[in-house]
């Protein structure tokens, strides 16, 4: 049974790339311990929408955001935006996993750790047993566990997402943001994944980005689909 606490409250959202409307008046609540799937047609803004939750966009020159987005934790919520929001700790909170793996080039036990050692955790004993819990809970433990040292990019692709997810779970992550990840992989690999989505949606909540019809009806609890809006041609100057 789904849990109907809300874990992310996000009140008329509006992103816009210079003069360009990606998505306006978006409201929505996402439910914790739960996956929500954001759908729709290419080039509609779900990847905009996703990187919107945890202050990603930020990145992008020319980007304009506004509207609410409410994060909520114990001490009630928290307004992402908000001048006191450290958006380094808002990124631990709230991690993304990208639609093709980039696992570091380094060893897979050291992908894995990096995100403690940045942190400044660097006791043998805490990096081992927080690594190994997260590759637990990536359900790649028992593949990796016998040669941490391998550098991770000889891991096949379907491997290497799931370390990327390990590498996020690590920070221990209130939400996970997933923007198509089993689109470069293949049947079984795509499974794998789907059953460790799953599986994550009872220590998680999950936003995920898909493009299958499928993976939707299997996985999600709830789908938010984001309609196409007509766009006027705007011609450059010549
Ligand atoms: N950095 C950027 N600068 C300008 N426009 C951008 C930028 N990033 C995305 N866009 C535009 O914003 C719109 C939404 O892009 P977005 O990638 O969010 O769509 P999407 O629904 O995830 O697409 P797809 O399903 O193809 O991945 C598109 O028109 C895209 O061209």
Redesign the pocket.
């Known amino acids: 049974m789904m849990n109907q606490n809300i874990k992310i409250r996000i009140r008329d959202l509006r992103v816009a790339?210079?003069k360009?409307h990606?998505f306006s008046g978006v409201s929505l609540d996402i439910p914790e311990g739960a996956i929500t799937a954001v759908t729709?047609p290419?080039?509609?803004?779900?990847?905009?929408?996703l990187f919107s939750l945890n202050r990603l966009l930020e990145a992008?020159s020319?980007?304009r955001v506004s509207g609410s987005i409410l994060l909520a934790g114990e001490r009630g919520w928290q307004d992402i935006h908000a001048a006191s929001t450290d958006v380094y700790e808002l990124r631990r909170k709230v991690a993304v996993v990208f639609q093709n793996p980039n696992p570091l080039p380094m060893g897979i036990f050291a992908n894995v750790a990096l995100p403690l050692r940045l942190k400044g955790i660097g006791r043998k004993a805490d990096l081992e047993e927080r690594v190994v819990r997260a590759l637990k809970q990536a359900h790649l433990w028992e593949e990796v566990g016998h040669r941490l040292g391998s550098d991770a990019r000889t891991l096949s692709g379907g491997q290497q997402q799931r370390l990327c997810i390990a590498r996020s779970l690590v920070m221990q992550p209130e939400v996970l943001l997933l923007d198509?990840p089993t689109s470069s992989l293949d049947a079984a690999a795509e499974a794998a994944i789907e059953s460790l989505l799953l599986d994550l949606k009872r220590t998680c909540t999950l936003v995920l980005?898909s493009?299958s019809r499928r993976q939707v009806e299997s996985l999600a609890d709830l789908e938010f689909s984001?309609g196409q809006r007509e766009k006027k041609p705007v011609f450059p100057e010549c």
């Open positions: 790339y210079g360009s990606v729709g290419s080039g509609v803004g779900k990847s905009t929408f992008e020319q980007v198509e980005v493009h984001m």
